[in-house]
């Protein structure tokens, strides 16, 4: 392998990247536990929705209860 090839290659996986062809953000409504917005979350940045939803709920408990507003807010702009 020459050293384009090499400088080319990327090894594990990309955080933003995503799997859609589009990247835009929606909410995922099959993986939704109320609006779809921590599982919109989850396939945009192409990780697990666990752990956006354990991000929320720790970010509520810690930010006493904005993230309440932020989820919402993302809940009505989305889609």
Do not use: H, Q
Not at 5 to 22: Q, Y
Request: charged share 20%.
């Amino acid at each position: 392998m020459s050293k384009v090839e090499r400088s080319k290659r990327i090894d594990g996986p990309v955080i933003g990247a995503g799997t859609n062809s589009n990247s835009s953000f929606r909410l995922d409504r099959r993986d939704a536990k109320l609006a779809g917005v921590c599982g919109g979350i989850a396939n945009y940045f192409d990780v697990d929705a666990f752990w956006v939803r354990l991000g929320f709920a720790a970010g509520t408990i810690i930010g006493f209860g904005s993230l309440v507003l932020v989820y919402i807010a993302i809940a009505l702009i989305a889609d």
